[in-house]
């Protein structure tokens, strides 16, 4: 069994991680994969007892239990992943945009479950577990650009897909040969 004292260091250890290339903290990636987990806990109980004693549709329970664990996460990232960023956003826009941005990963969590459940025929529990992998690249990327943008970056006044659609949109136009001189 491992000592208190040795789990603090661990989980203190966490908050001072190295940067990878990207200039993202590998702690808090760490982080944010612990807050899933519990997250996952989340989502798995409530599920289970949406569907088996509420008897709901798995995928209408999936739908809510992915809606508490995103609150739940939030949380927990808002005092512990991502807590010591500078941001200028408020704590009520921060769980505004944090929502937000889950609603795609909610997306993605229920379309993979539906799938997986419907046409591959999973158990529920195992395809909510996929359901829940698939959709963690996406929230982790969009918590960190949209609900906890750092302060003065240009990630802190639209959502993460605005600036890559701008950008398809420009170079569509550039290819067809027509707004450009509009635009500016």
């Known amino acids: 069994m491992m000592r208190a004292a040795t789990l603090r260091q661990a989980v203190a250890a966490l908050g ?11 702690s808090r ?14 989502n798995s109980a409530l599920i289970t007892v949406l ?3 509420g008897r709901l549709p798995p995928v209408v329970a999936g739908a809510l239990a992915t809606e508490a664990a995103i609150l739940s996460n939030f949380t927990l990232h ?4 991502f807590g ?7 704590w009520p826009r921060r769980a505004a945009r944090y929502n937000l941005a ?3 990963g909610l997306a993605i969590n229920v379309a993979v479950l539906a799938g997986l459940t419907g046409l591959l025929r999973l158990h529920y529990l195992v395809a909510n577990v996929g359901a829940i992998g698939v959709a963690f690249g996406w929230n982790y990327f969009a918590s960190s650009r949209f609900a906890w943008a750092v302060a003065g970056s240009d990630d802190a006044s ?10 398809a949109s420009v170079a569509s136009r550039a290819q ?9």
């Open 158 to 167: 639209e959502p993460p897909a605005v600036p890559a659609l701008r950008r």
């Open 84 to 90: 010591g960023r500078s941001t200028a956003i408020a």
């Open 102 to 104: 889950a609603l795609g």
């Open 16 to 26: 001072r991680g190295p940067l990878d290339r990207s200039g993202a903290s590998v």
């Open 176 to 184: 067809r040969g027509d707004g450009l001189e509009k635009a500016g």
């Open 51 to 53: 569907v088996e004693i």
């Open 78 to 81: 808002d005092r512990w992943t």
């Open 29 to 42: 990636l760490a982080r944010f994969a612990l807050v899933g987990i519990s997250g996952i806990g989340v």
